[in-house]
């Protein structure tokens, strides 16, 4: 055996933002949408076996979506068509690899 520990690959995470319609959580419409759509996710990540859809934050006209796996760019690739079918905008997705240093944006 070449190592000590058996440890884990780093996780990464798909974190996706969405403005809402007001300043606060958005519609009972705009809320039910994000349920649905992360319902959607959540089936599409686990049968592609990239991750896991890690729920939601809504507050201050924004509504977040997060995922974590090994590979954020596999992730987005599953995530992505349920993503860019919510109507909410502006929106944009951050791919985080590895670390906060290695961050990048996908505008929706």
């Known amino acids: 055996m070449d190592t000590l520990f ?3 690959e780093p996780e990464q995470a798909v974190i996706a933002h969405y403005r809402l319609s007001d300043d606060q ?3 009972p419409a705009e809320r039910a949408a ?3 759509a992360e319902r959607a996710m959540t089936s599409a990540v686990e049968a592609a076996g990239v991750g896991e859809v890690d729920g939601n934050e809504f507050g201050g ?4 979506l997060y ?3 090994t590979d954020a760019r596999a992730l987005f690739k599953v995530m ?3 993503l860019r079918s919510l109507p909410f905008r502006p ?3 951050v791919l985080r690899q590895d670390s906060r240093e290695s961050e990048s944006r996908v505008d929706l």
């Open 6 to 8: 058996d440890l884990p």
């Open 25 to 27: 959580y958005g519609s």
């Open 34 to 36: 994000i349920y649905n």
């Open 61 to 64: 006209g924004e509504a977040v």
């Open 67 to 69: 995922a974590h796996g």
């Open 80 to 82: 992505e068509p349920t």
């Open 91 to 93: 929106a944009h997705v």
